[in-house]
């Protein structure tokens, strides 16, 4: 019997029917980052890599206001700190509210772009047909430095532990809360074992977002306008495999739980189309339920009238002994 791969609760698919679904998916991306592996551990199959998700959020979120309880130091002269970065008046680092042009890029490769040592700890994405815009991983609060100076690799892990940024925007005391870009991505690495809560708490995480998890879900948006809801139980790397690659057909999106409801197949097909057309349906369907009703109408009085006759006959007949 050919093993199977939980899908969430109650459903499974086989290793090779996945397999198919991996092959196709890793084909789509070649010579990107967005390929999946897949390994065998103690027993269970295990698919892991990147996982793109968008926002669509309609409210404001909180990011934390430092990583880790990391103390910062003032500098000696604000002349040597990273240009854009001012002090506030406890000696915290107050970045610009003004969001950059959104792109992806790693943060060292942009300050450290001639060095030897400055690598994207996330690749650029090869382009794609449809522009969207992208989140870009960018430095922390904490994490800001002399320019100049040479990171050791102490540094560098310190740094890549710290929070990204979304669409460029560090934390400030005026803006710490915000609504990320609608339709923006930003990726996770997770594997086939995490469920949708997991993904959601490694994604508030990678950004320091104080917001609950509980607040919010992951959806998977066709062009069609069907939304569908993952499930607590359901993994959403799975998920996104039998979906298949193109998110010009389909996209993984964060949105809030109480602001999205599910769209089905049936109700999706007829949300591209424009009023006029849909009026012209409702007007169809009026006329044909007109009509079904005239027709019962016209059935059963027909019917009511043999009734009635035949009463009348029984009743002016003679009594029989």
């Known amino acids: 019997m050919d093993p199977l791969v939980p899908c969430g609760k109650d459903r499974y698919i086989s290793i090779n029917e996945l ?11 070649e010579g990107q980052n967005l390929q999946l592996r897949h390994r065998e551990e103690e027993g269970e199959f295990i698919v892991e890599g990147l996982l793109n998700i968008s926002w669509g959020l309609r409210r404001p979120i909180r990011l934390q206001m430092q990583d880790d309880n990391q103390r910062i130091r003032p500098p000696p002269s604000s002349s040597s700190w990273h240009s854009g970065c001012n002090l506030g008046a406890h000696g915290s680092v107050v970045k610009p509210s003004t969001l950059p042009d959104i792109q992806i890029t790693d943060v060292d490769a942009m300050t450290d772009a001639e060095g030897p040592e400055s690598g994207a700890d996330v690749n650029d994405l090869k382009s794609q047909p449809e522009e969207t815009p992208q989140l870009m991983r960018t430095r922390s609060d904490v994490g800001v430095r002399r320019r100049g100076n040479f990171r050791t690799p102490s540094e560098q892990r310190r740094i890549k532990r710290h929070r990204f940024s979304i669409n460029g925007h560090f934390y400030n005391h005026k803006t ?20 949708t809560p997991q993904v959601l708490k490694l994604l508030l995480n990678k950004f320091k977002i104080e917001n609950s998890a509980e607040e919010f879900a992951l959806y998977i948006v066709h062009t ?10 359901d993994y959403p790397l799975i998920a996104r495999i039998l979906q298949g690659p193109c998110e010009q057909v389909s996209k993984v999106f ?3 739980k109480d602001q999205v409801e599910e769209v089905t197949y049936d109700v999706a097909q007829y949300i591209k189309f424009e009023m006029p057309v849909l009026k012209s349906f409702i007007q169809k369907l009026k006329e044909e339920e007109d009509r079904e009703v005239k027709k019962l109408m ?20 003679p009594a029989t002994i």
């Open 19 to 29: 397999m198919l679904h991996l092959k196709t998916y890793n084909l789509y991306y």
């Open 176 to 195: 710490s809360v915000f609504t990320p870009a609608y339709g923006s991505v930003t990726n996770v690495r997770i594997n086939s074992t995490m469920t």
């Open 224 to 233: 069609s306008g069907e939304k569908q809801k993952l499930k607590t139980t």
């Open 254 to 256: 964060l949105m809030e």
């Open 298 to 317: 016209h059935k059963y009085t027909h019917l009511r009238g043999m009734i009635e006759q035949r009463l009348e006959e029984i009743s002016e007949s």
